[in-house]
């Protein structure tokens, strides 16, 4: 459509032409002694136009001539900028492919002439790790280093990653601390902060980034779980040797986290080692009251072996009562049969001790409960019966 349009204005310029050269009757005289040169007015028209359209190309050509260093050097530079990006692309592709001879191959044709070297000499180093030719890969991150400061967080990502992978807690959480605070605190960063500080033992700074990150929605509530447990678990067991320094640390654990089975169980052996028997009874009976656990129920019957008898004595008669109410919902359950009878026969009372061992045996042989009695049969004077069960015991696996 667009061609026909310009095929009749062509037609109707050269119609209004001719009619214009019938009609006009002016002309143009150059005089220049003793030349002299007359021409009509549409021609003088034609020979303006045609000299300006000319003169006007002539001088494009010039202006290019004058110009074509400049544009082959502009040419010459897209051309390289076009070829380390392809480089670039192609590294990133070998990479995910896992093919990492060629990814570094690529990387390094687009850090000698890309327009982004630091990114080049990062990806570069990833695939040096990867071929664990380490001193490589620290030459490529000495490169990244000195591309200035626009790349300081990708190359502080990429060194904690690396160090990382390589367990290298204590560089990972150096790279980590001083990017956050060199910036805003990003989530993916934290993540990889907390997997630093729980490889170098950091427990107080996993609890905080675990509340943290949960919080934020960043990690699953269940890992975040996890991660809590296990650094209460390492700071108790830490403060271990001194009584106050473990009840200090206990009562400044969340009630929430202290009935956790794990968290009870690790404070009330350490209470135990202690000789804080109380304590231990204590927080025994708090998380059994929020959930039943077995191990939990064997650790109950258990009592420092630093309190003399008369203490012994007091502190299984409290626990006996307790667990006699227990028993009032739980009458089928071994374990807690059997703490009972371990219980009993810390106070004593040997009758009991053996009814509850037997019956703890009447619903499950265990070896433990075999072992009790065995050692109840000796100190009745009972050598057959004791022989008898640590035979049994030893059959059990």
């Not at 050269?14 to 002016?26: C, F, Q, S």
């Not at 202290?258 to 009330?268: C, D, M, N, S």
């Not at 053996?354 to 409960?369: G, I, N």
Request: aromatic letters at 8%.
């Amino acid at each position: 459509m667009r061609s026909l349009f310009w095929l009749l204005a062509v037609f109707a310029a050269a119609v209004a032409i001719v009619i214009l050269g019938r009609v006009d009757a002016g002309y143009v005289l150059f005089v220049y002694p003793p030349y002299r040169v007359e021409m009509t007015m549409l021609f003088f028209a034609f020979a303006a136009a045609a000299s300006f359209v000319l003169l006007y190309f002539v001088l494009r050509v010039l202006g290019q001539a004058v110009s074509l260093p400049a544009t082959v050097r502009a040419y010459r530079a897209r051309r390289r900028r076009e070829r380390a990006h392809a480089a670039l692309a192609a590294a990133l592709q070998a990479y995910y492919e896992g093919r990492y001879t060629r990814a570094e191959k690529e990387a390094t044709v687009a850090f000698e002439i890309g327009p982004a070297p630091g990114l080049a000499a990062l990806l570069a180093a990833r695939a040096a790790h990867q071929m664990r030719d380490f001193e490589r890969r620290d030459r490529w991150l000495e490169r990244a280093d000195s591309s200035g400061a626009a790349l300081q967080t990708a190359r502080l990502v990429s060194r904690a990653e690396l160090a990382l992978e390589e367990r290298d807690f204590g560089a990972a959480r150096d790279a980590l601390r001083k990017l956050q605070s060199a910036g805003p605190r990003h989530i993916a960063t934290a993540r990889m902060l907390l997997r630093a500080e729980r490889g170098a033992g950091a427990w107080d700074e996993v609890l905080r980034l675990a509340g943290q990150l949960v919080k934020r929605d960043a990690i699953a509530p269940a890992l975040a779980e996890e991660y809590k447990v296990q650094a209460n678990v390492e700071l108790l067991s830490r403060s271990a040797d001194d009584a106050e320094a473990f009840e200090r640390r206990w009562r400044g654990i969340p009630a929430r986290d202290q009935i956790h089975p794990r968290v009870a169980g690790a404070a009330a052996r350490h209470a135990t080692a202690l000789g804080k028997a109380s304590l231990a009874r204590e927080i025994l009976e708090r998380a059994l009251g929020a959930e039943w656990t077995s191990k939990l129920v064997t650790l109950y019957g258990e009592l420092p072996a630093e309190l003399d008898a008369a203490e012994r004595e007091e502190e299984a008669r409290l626990r006996i009562e307790r667990a006699e109410r227990w028993l009032a919902t739980r009458s089928r359950d071994p374990e807690l049969l059997a703490t009972l009878g371990r219980l009993c026969a810390h106070a004593e009372l040997w009758g009991k001790a053996k009814s509850f061992l037997e019956a703890s045996l009447s619903f499950e042989e265990s070896r433990a409960a075999h072992l009790e009695l065995a050692r109840l049969a000796e100190r009745l004077g009972q050598p057959a019966d004791a022989q008898n069960h640590f035979r049994r015991a030893a059959e059990l696996p």
